[in-house]
């Protein structure tokens, strides 16, 4: 892999969505891809709110450029540009989300955590994806509720990598006034929502066999969650609710 | 009430339009305006623009996928909504002409694709209706049934140019609140007319 340092003609930086050129060791760094100008413009916003440093591509192709893993030995990464995370959509033409996180756990880039995002929740593309050693697992629409806390389980000071993975998918629907709001937030308008007649508990497809899957993945890892200990007692509050 | 979203364009025209329909003709002339008189027209305003979007969701136009994209929408990034519905809106429209063509030569594999990308768009803008008619317009053309894509089609067509419409209402009262929140702040700073002793206010 030529790492020379010496700027290729053939890298254009238009063929990436946001080009960071200088990064602030401190902040994360999260490479998001996805075929959808609609989901990268939500993610990369919903990545920006939660101070992520934030670089979209449309394909895995170009994630593997970006990161350096591509077969044409003319790419080159700018020193500097270090990716703390990937977090990509399973369905794209060319190359699966699936197989992006094969490509990357075969790598030196290994380390790096994959996070993959679906609207369909399909048990066995979700197994399949945590086996390869995906990170993570979000149904669409991603919500910032979400990603802030796959960003604290990920990157608070007192996460333990010791333990298997967890299951952190979103299992309940929560409604917005669940959120500690960042005071920059804009309020929401002030709808009753109440009067709704669609009082389905979530616009998600699904989400009810997605507890069901954490029930049985959450009871076997519950002594190595790292979350803290009022989440999990309303995560567990909020479960026998439903249930 | 506007009701032509065809020949809404972002100038501040409509929204001018709008501030008089509300009361503001001299805000919108520029000259001075009694603040009592502006505050008034703005809750208005507020009260017709929240009952719209609690009209959507009832009608299940739209879910609380849209109210978390309000949420993103702050000073940093004061046209987020819009910006995402914008590229939504150019997206869906590229969907709906390839679908129709893809239709005219029975492509049931392509549709699918198609239709895949339009439920995740429209599930990641909330627009829960047309999300709901591609799931339906998907299983007619898992099973090729050529009259049931035609009429999910159609129906389809038909819940996006009412999504838009309405949309595209709403961004007015956004652009009518704004120009009414600027043209209020411009009275209180330059306000050579105002004979009357002025109790200012600042205006939510």
């Known amino acids: ?243 | 009430m506007l009701n032509n979203a065809a020949h809404y364009s972002k100038s501040g025209q409509h929204a001018r339009r709008r501030l008089t329909q509300y009361g503001y003709p001299q805000v919108a002339a520029k000259t001075g305006l009694p603040l009592w008189m502006l505050g008034l027209g703005v809750e208005r305003l507020r009260a017709d623009m929240n009952r719209l979007l609690a009209l959507l969701f009832h009608q299940g136009v739209l879910d609380e996928q849209y109210l978390q994209l309000q949420q993103l929408q702050d000073e940093s990034s004061p046209n987020f909504v819009s910006e995402v519905v914008n590229i939504y809106f150019q997206e869906s429209e590229k969907l709906l002409r390839n679908l129709r063509f893809l239709l005219e030569f029975s492509d049931y594999k392509k549709m699918g694709v198609h239709l895949n990308q339009f439920i995740g768009s429209s599930s990641s803008i909330g627009a829960k209706r047309v999300r709901n008619v591609c799931v339906a317009f998907r299983v007619a053309s898992e099973q090729n049934n050529r009259l049931g894509c035609l009429r999910a089609l159609e129906l389809l067509e038909h819940e996006y140019c009412y999504l838009k419409n309405k949309l595209h209402e709403l961004f007015q009262f956004r652009a009518t609140d704004r120009a009414a929140k600027t043209a209020s702040s411009y009275s209180q700073v330059s306000s050579p007319a105002l004979k009357q002793k002025p109790k200012w206010r600042k205006l939510g």
């Not at chain 1, 990268?40 to 895995?60: F, N």
């Not at chain 1, 593997?64 to 003319?74: I, K, T, Y």
């Not at chain 1, 609207?119 to 149904?139: K, M, P, Q, T, Y």
Request: with cysteine; proline share 6%.
């Open chain 1, 1 to 243: 892999m030529a790492r020379n340092g010496v700027f290729s003609r053939r890298w254009r930086a238009e063929e990436f969505d946001y080009l960071c050129p200088s990064l602030d060791s401190d902040e994360v760094h999260v490479l998001a891809v996805d075929d959808s100008l609609v989901d990268r413009k939500v993610i990369e916003r919903l990545l920006k709110i939660t101070s992520c440093k934030v670089t979209t591509v449309d394909s895995g192709r170009r994630a593997l450029q970006f990161l350096g893993l591509d077969e044409q030995e003319s790419f080159v990464r700018f020193d500097g540009l270090k990716v703390d995370m990937v977090i990509t959509d399973y369905c794209m033409p060319g190359m699966t989300g699936y197989e992006l996180l094969k490509k990357i756990k075969g790598s030196s880039f290994r380390e790096i955590p994959v996070v993959i995002m679906s609207s369909e929740n399909v048990l066995a593309r979700i197994d399949s994806c945590l086996e390869e050693g995906a990170e993570n697992f979000l149904l669409k629409p991603v919500k910032l509720s979400d990603v802030k806390r796959l960003k604290d389980y990920m990157f608070s000071e007192d996460r333990s990598r010791t333990e298997s993975k967890v299951m952190n998918k979103r299992k309940l629907p929560e409604t917005s006034s669940d959120d500690p709001s960042k005071p920059t937030l804009s309020p929401s308008p002030s709808i009753d929502m109440s009067s709704t007649p669609s009082s389905e508990p979530s616009s998600s497809p699904g989400t009810f066999s997605s507890l069901l899957y954490t029930d049985s993945s959450s009871n076997s890892n519950v002594s190595s969650m790292p979350s803290s200990p009022d989440s999990l007692t309303r995560r567990l509050k909020m479960r026998s609710q439903d249930l």
